[in-house]
């Protein structure tokens, strides 16, 4: 199928198959994918500023259908999803800057290549550490019992105890948060936010990758929540940056709207299989997501190829 | 996963296999109806109303995204005999 926008001949289950598989992820991570989405584009010779846009905006279609699920199922948080915003666009402008002055230093790709290995490698090594420290210990506590380990609402954390120390810093203004059930300054939200935009303004895609996490053991927003929450705050991300790519002329749309036929369905499917595990089962299936980020920024790095 | 969750997941793949099918024959028309008739005004579009293309491009996914979720969900609820999630 020819695609006049961008000039490229893509076939369009190819397409679909992407959308689908980066729907279920999103659906069950509340990731927008686009460590995965950008280099299957590339691979079909899709040229890469028109893998970035236009990934951007397949982000904002899939992301809807998904946190309209997670709203269904109770796991959004408006209010906390709302302030994020805030934060999340300041640091998107402030990444979008830092690589401009990279840009004319002249060392961009080296530094954000650098930068994106080691935060994908300590998101997983972190993650990895929690969630099976967690579930070991669900496990043991267990072993007696009938009722075996986690259940699926079950939302415990090894690193609670830096999670509430971090809740009893009263810089006011203090923000509750009903239906998370956390009441935390206003400034630690902002953080968080700003942080998880400024990855999206430096390393580009959503960044769920970040975001999640942060809102789990930093905020203390239970994981289901934290899932559907972060693709709230994905679609306000992904439309400011579809917009602004658009208006470079980086966006194929019909490309995007084939995707998201296959990314519709597969963030359903995510979103539904989110009630069968517990937090921490979440988180530890979450680790080899950014591992595959690292690896394919190393191959891109010491192969000279742009996926 | 206890025996009950074991049968409800059952269901719902069942269910989500068979929505599949139906999805993709949508699709497949949609493909031939929709892109055909959209993309020649898209291109024009893009090369002559780059801001309006921009703003256009994010409401079609917005608007796509709500309609097929309708439709997925309408198919899957039809197929598990009128009960949604």
Redesign the interface.
């Known amino acids: 199928?020819f695609f006049?926008?961008s000039h490229t001949h893509v076939n369009?289950i190819y397409l679909?198959v992407v959308g689908f598989l980066i729907g279920v992820l999103g659906g069950f991570f509340g990731v927008g994918g686009s460590f995965i989405a950008g280099p299957a584009l590339r691979l079909v010779g899709i040229d890469w500023n028109f893998a970035v846009g236009t990934d951007l905006?397949?982000i904002?279609?899939?992301s809807?259908?998904a946190a309209?699920?997670h709203r269904?199922?109770g796991n959004v948080d408006l209010r906390l999803g709302l302030i994020m915003a805030i934060g999340t666009i300041a640091g998107a402008e402030m990444g979008a800057q830092l690589i401009q002055a990279l840009k004319r230093a002249g060392n961009v790709n080296f530094v954000v290549s650098v930068v994106s290995i080691v935060i994908y490698l300590s998101i997983s090594t972190f993650m990895l550490w929690e969630s099976w420290k967690t579930v070991a210990r669900a496990k043991s506590r267990n072993a007696g019992s009938k009722s075996g380990s986690l259940s699926?609402k079950s939302d415990e954390s090894a690193f609670q105890d830096v999670t509430t120390a971090i809740q009893r810093w009263r810089i006011p203004p203090m923000v509750s948060l009903p239906t998370s059930g956390v009441t935390i300054s206003l400034w630690i939200i902002l953080l968080v936010a700003f942080v998880g935009g400024l990855c999206s303004g430096f390393l580009g895609g959503g960044p769920g990758y970040i975001r999640m996490p942060s809102m789990v053991y930093v905020l203390g927003i239970p994981t289901h929540l934290a899932v559907g929450t972060d693709l709230f705050e994905v679609i306000i991300s992904a439309?400011y940056g579809?917009?602004s790519h658009?208006?470079k002329?980086n966006?194929d749309?019909?490309i995007?709207?084939?995707m998201?036929?296959g990314a519709?369905?597969g963030a359903?499917?995510g979103a539904?299989s989110t009630q069968?595990f517990a937090g921490p089962k979440i988180r530890l299936a979450f680790v080899p997501l950014p591992l595959i980020g690292a690896a394919i920024v190393i191959y891109t790095m010491f192969s000279g190829h742009k996926l | 996963?206890s025996p009950r969750?074991k049968t409800v997941?059952r269901r719902?793949l069942r269910a989500?296999a068979l929505?599949?099918v139906i999805?993709a024959a949508l699709?497949t028309g949609?493909?031939f109806a929709v892109?055909h008739l959209?993309?020649g005004w898209?291109?024009q579009l893009?090369t002559q109303h780059?801001?309006i293309?921009?703003?256009?491009?994010?409401l079609?996914?917005?608007g796509?995204?709500?309609v097929?979720?309708a439709v997925?969900?309408g198919i899957?609820r039809l197929l598990r005999g009128g009960r949604s999630?």
């Open positions: 199928m006049p926008i369009p679909v905006a397949h904002v279609g899939k809807v259908v309209k699920h269904a199922l699926a439309s579809t917009f658009a208006i002329g966006v749309i019909l995007a709207l084939v998201n036929t519709a369905i359903q499917l539904i069968y | 996963m969750s997941v719902t989500f929505e599949l999805y699709v949609y493909f892109l959209l993309g898209l291109v893009e780059i801001r293309y921009a703003l256009v491009a994010i079609l996914m917005i796509q995204a709500v097929l979720e997925t969900t899957l999630e």
